[in-house]
């Protein structure tokens, strides 16, 4: 369960707004206010300083670099105008990075165990899935779909201002089954290679370890063999009436539009086996770079 700040974009979004509002203002009208100011001031200081040389008077506020200390200190920015000018660049192209390039996020919990880890800040690509516009997360631009085997982050389902990050098992029209902790996509038995246990170091347990080749894609997964096989308690998800559940496991068969989601650690991630499909609406980017773990340096890399 890979929970994130929900309302950052939309922060960064107000900030951006009232810095460029600011920035905006400053540069087509402020700006232009202060120089009239300082116009009209310097051309009375250079009237004064006129007379004074005319009548033989030295004053010390008609003493040379008076002028250009007087403009500076007439033309200056406020504070205010001044950090909001500066922010604002930096502020736009952070959003625009985040929103349509590519995404910083962290895993906070264990159910990607062993591909992700608790810890691991990892990179999401925003626009391969499509264009969308930010906030409100509407495609504006087709240009892929999730593939099986795609590391995918998502809006939580049962709440949007939280995001999800799975394994996607299941694409629109997919028949899966997952029986006694083996999936079957379209009738195809997916193949597991037998790996070392995986010490979980946390909680200093072993799980076994499986390599899947889920249609092609090949990736690492865990399962606890103490685990039941069944799904205990599954939510009346939407389209729930395409699942059912036995004591072996759960077939369901992939609505359209949507996605079926699983945790590579198997038995200890919350996910559509238990609160259903992940609309397309709902999508956020792809997953795929470990840039960062400062408990281990050696996570940084990509991952399948």
Not at 112 to 126: E, H, R, S, Y
């Amino acid at each position: 369960m890979q929970a994130l700040l929900g309302n950052f974009a939309l922060i960064l979004f107000v900030l951006m707004v009232v810095t460029g509002v600011v920035w905006f203002a400053d540069t087509f009208f402020l700006s232009k206010q202060r120089r009239a100011r300082a116009d009209a001031a310097l051309a009375e200081f250079d009237a004064r300083v006129a007379r004074d040389k005319a009548e033989g008077i030295e004053r010390e506020g008609s003493m040379p670099g008076k002028r250009a200390e007087l403009e500076a200190k007439l033309t200056k920015q406020p504070a205010w105008i001044e950090y909001s000018g500066s922010f604002f660049p930096v502020i736009a192209l952070v959003f625009f990075l985040r929103s349509f390039l590519y995404e910083p996020f962290k895993i906070p919990s264990s159910s990607m165990v062993p591909t992700l880890l608790v810890g691991d800040l990892i990179l999401v690509n925003k626009y391969t899935y499509g264009i969308r516009l930010p906030i409100i997360n509407k495609k504006i631009i087709d240009v892929n779909n999730p593939q099986r085997g795609d590391v995918m982050v998502f809006k939580y389902p049962k709440d949007l201002t939280v995001d999800y990050i799975k394994r996607v098992v299941g694409v629109p029209g997919d028949k899966i089954v997952y029986k006694n902790k083996r999936l079957t996509v379209n009738g195809e038995e997916i193949s597991y290679k037998p790996l070392p246990d995986y010490l979980d170091d946390e909680n200093l347990t072993y799980y076994k370890q499986w390599q899947e080749n889920l249609t092609g894609v090949e990736h690492k997964i865990l399962t606890d063999e103490r685990a039941p096989n069944f799904v205990p308690n599954p939510d009346a998800f939407p389209h729930h009436e395409l699942c059912t559940y036995n004591a072996e496991g759960f077939a369901c068969t992939v609505p359209p539009g949507e996605y079926f989601m699983m945790g590579d650690n198997r038995d200890n991630s919350l996910d559509s086996r238990y609160w259903g499909f992940v609309p397309d609406q709902n999508i956020v980017g792809k997953a795929f770079f470990v840039w960062m773990n400062l408990g281990n340096l050696k996570r940084i890399g990509g991952f399948q």
